[in-house]
């Protein structure tokens, strides 16, 4: 049976009655969420809430003790990050993997090198394919010859994306992407993942403010001691019934999606 109540198709990713323990500890107790394409989703809680433990399960860098995740309507097998890449599902980390020492280029293709026809690593066409989707993710960019060490936050975080987007990511998760930016930074990420959502990406957004979280997310689940409090529709409800949830694990009256 369909979790949601309206005809919005087959959703992206469910995860069903997902559960972690550690030790004594239930991390995520019962959570079941799911996401559309074109959609942000934000998952919100205090510190501990068990926010970055459901999305670790979805990625694959923890095994869940129970529970389902489907993505396009099929039960996906997810056990580890190689499975989860399988389904298209990459994670844009709060401290970001990069090489420090090499530039976008070497960045995006790190791993996954482009090699010409004699099998030597092909710079030019990885330097090309770079510029494109730079293009059409971040158009201002042009640092393309720097060690992304020298790279703000915000041009990082859009090396970061590419790299996702190029290997064909259909579902996003960011976890706290703008913790460590400043305001135009910030500004250049929202930019960012509004063009993803454009392209019909399906994004789980993990922040602690609330502002963005009204600005950049279409639905919100609300985590509290590992349970889910609630999903609501974010232009539905105001601040402080999102802040009721986080804190005291009130749902709102109404907005509840
Ligand atoms: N590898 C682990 N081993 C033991 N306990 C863990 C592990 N990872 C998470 N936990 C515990 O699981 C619970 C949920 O943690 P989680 O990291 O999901 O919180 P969070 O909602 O992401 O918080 P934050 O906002 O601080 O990032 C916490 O009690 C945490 O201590
Ligand atoms: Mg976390």
């Known amino acids: 049976m369909p979790l949601d109540t309206q005809d919005r198709g087959t959703p992206l990713v469910e995860m069903r009655n997902m559960r972690k323990s550690f030790g004594g500890i239930h991390a995520v107790d019962d959570v079941t969420i799911n996401l559309y394409p074109g959609e942000v989703v934000g998952v919100l809680g205090h510190n501990g809430a068990g926010k970055s433990v459901l999305m670790k399960m979805l990625s694959g860098a923890y095994k869940r003790d129970g529970g389902q995740i489907f993505v396009n309507g099929e039960e996906a097998h997810i056990n580890s990050p190689r499975d989860a890449r399988q389904y298209n599902i990459e994670t844009i980390y709060q401290t970001l993997a990069l090489a420090d020492n090499l530039d976008a280029a070497s960045n995006l293709f790190l791993g996954r090198e482009l090699v010409t026809s004699a099998g030597l690593v092909n710079d030019a066409l990885m ?65 960012l993942i509004d063009e993803l959502k454009a392209q019909g990406l399906g994004i789980f957004l993990i922040d602690h403010d609330i502002h963005q979280v009204k600005a950049l997310c279409d639905r919100a689940s609300v985590m509290k001691n590992g349970r889910l409090v609630g999903t609501v529709k974010v232009d539905e409800v105001t601040e402080d019934d999102i802040l009721g949830m986080i804190i005291l694990g009130k749902q709102p009256e109404k907005g509840m999606a």
């Open 127 to 191: 330097e090309a394919e770079t510029r494109k989707i730079m293009a059409r993710l971040n158009p201002n960019f042009q640092r393309f010859h720097t060690p992304v060490a020298g790279l703000s936050g915000g041009q990082r975080q859009s090396v970061a994306i590419s790299r996702a987007v190029y290997f064909n990511a259909k579902i996003l998760i960011m976890d706290e992407p703008t913790a460590a930016l400043g305001v135009e930074e910030t500004a250049m990420v929202a930019k």
